[in-house]
Nanobody, 115 residues
Framework: QVQLVESGGGLVQPGGSLRLSCAASGIIFSSYHMSWYRQAPGKQRVLVAYIRRDNSTHYADFVKGRFTISRDNAQKTVDLQMNSLKPEDTGVYFC?????????YGQGTQVTVSS
C-alpha cells in the first residue's frame, strides 16, 4: 500500500522560508516521479513542482526562482524548499505520485504566510 506523509509546514512571515518533506512507503521510490501540489482556501488543488526519476524538474510559474524540489532515493523522501514566501503561498501542500492510473496524495501539511 502506497503511503505519503508530509511534514514541515507552519506559520512564517512574508519573505521567510520553510522546507517541506514527504516520506514515501509502499513503492520502489526511485522508479516514480514525485510532485508537490497545493490547495489554497476555496480554490482547486494546483501543481507546484515535480521531479522525475532522472532528477529533472518542473516548476509552476508562480514559484519559479523561489522554490526548489529535490529527492533522496535512499531515504525515500522528496523535499520542497520554499524561499521568499508570499501570503499567496498560503495553503495545504500535498505530496503526490501516480501509481498506475491513480494519483496518490498524502494528508497534506498547512503552510500559512502571514505577518
Amino acid at each position: 500500500q502506497v503511503q505519503l506523509v508530509e511534514s514541515g509546514g507552519g506559520l512564517v512571515q512574508p519573505g521567510g522560508s520553510l522546507r517541506l518533506s514527504c516520506a514515501a512507503s509502499g513503492i520502489i521510490f526511485s522508479s516514480y516521479h514525485m510532485s508537490w501540489y497545493r490547495q489554497a482556501p476555496g480554490k482547486q488543488r494546483v501543481l507546484v513542482a515535480y521531479i522525475r526519476r532522472d532528477n529533472s524538474t518542473h516548476y509552476a510559474d508562480f514559484v519559479k526562482g523561489r522554490f526548489t524540489i529535490s529527492r533522496d532515493n535512499a531515504q525515500k523522501t522528496v523535499d520542497l524548499q520554499m524561499n521568499s514566501l508570499k501570503p499567496e503561498d498560503t495553503g495545504v501542500y500535498f505530496c503526490s505520485t501516480q501509481v498506475g492510473p491513480r494519483y496518490v496524495y498524502g494528508q497534506g501539511t498547512q503552510v500559512t504566510v502571514s505577518s
